[in-house]
T-cell receptor, first 110, second 115 residues
Framework: GQQVMQIPQYQHVQEGEDFTTYCNSS?????IQWYKQRPGGHPVFLIQ?????EVKKQKRLTFQFGEAKKNSSLHITATQTTDVGTYFC??????????FGAGTRLTVKP | TAGITQAPTSQILAAGRSMTLRCTQD?????MYWYRQDLGLGLRLIHY???????GKGEVPDGYSVSRANTDDFPLTLASAVPSQTSVYFC??????????????FGPGTRLTVL
């Protein structure tokens, strides 16, 4: 079945450094969603990408959807302590549910 | 607006006992979901429902059952709990049908420990 792989599993950065997490699918995705989960919290929707090669920005966050719609990335410029958390990508599976990646846990050292 | 509420917040349960995790949403969303979250495995879908009266199996449905008697409530039942069901359980909802292009809204979670 369709698998969504996410790397790296963990990333520790110094505040001010950049951060990128990657999401790869074994099949072409119609769309991909990104969520953020703060420590002890619940996942919160960040953004959805639909078009091939799409790039969207939210302040310091840049989201990309690959040309083949099989991969996606989230890049954070100049990380802050408020960026701490786990970032998940999710892709649809047979239109009945979203398959989530295992997540990338980001820690930021002040 | 509360969004999605879950109860209890946490629970310790003896193996073999049954338990129902409650989930209520006030957004009138059609679709509702139950996920379990385990370290290193992300969020895995247990069951989902597109509308009242219908349910479907997700990725890891064994040992769990759900019902959808109305739009707002989507309880998850463990008939006979086992230690491998120790996890954090999240309920979620989305407008429209399950999956696809709909943003999911998550509840605060229930931390369940089965001993």
């Amino acid at each position: 079945g369709q698998q969504v792989m996410q790397i790296p599993q963990y990333q520790h950065v110094q505040e001010g450094e950049d951060f990128t997490t990657y999401c790869n699918s074994s099949t072409t995705l119609s769309n991909i969603q990104w969520y953020k989960q703060r420590p002890g919290g619940h996942p919160v929707f960040l953004i959805q990408l639909v078009k091939s090669g799409e790039v969207k920005k939210q302040k310091r966050l840049t989201f990309q959807f690959g040309e083949a719609k099989k991969n996606s990335s989230l890049h954070i410029t100049a990380t802050q302590t408020t960026d701490v958390g786990t970032y998940f990508c999710a892709g649809p599976r047979r239109n009945n549910d979203m398959r989530f990646g295992a997540g990338t846990r980001l820690t930021v050292k002040p | 607006t509360a969004g999605i509420t879950q109860a209890p917040t946490s629970q310790i349960l003896a193996a073999g006992r049954s338990m129902t995790l409650r989930c209520t949403q006030d957004m009138r969303h059609n679709a509702m979901y139950w996920y379990r979250q385990d370290l290193g495995l992300g969020l895995r879908l247990i069951h989902y429902s597109n509308t009242a009266g219908t349910t479907g199996k997700g990725e890891v449905p064994d040992g769990y059952s759900v019902s959808r008697a109305n739009t707002d409530d989507f309880p998850l039942t463990l008939a006979s709990a086992v230690p491998s069901q120790t996890s954090v359980y999240f309920c979620a909802s989305s407008p429209g049908l399950a999956g696809g292009y709909n943003e999911q809204f998550f509840g605060p979670g229930t931390r369940l420990t089965v001993l």
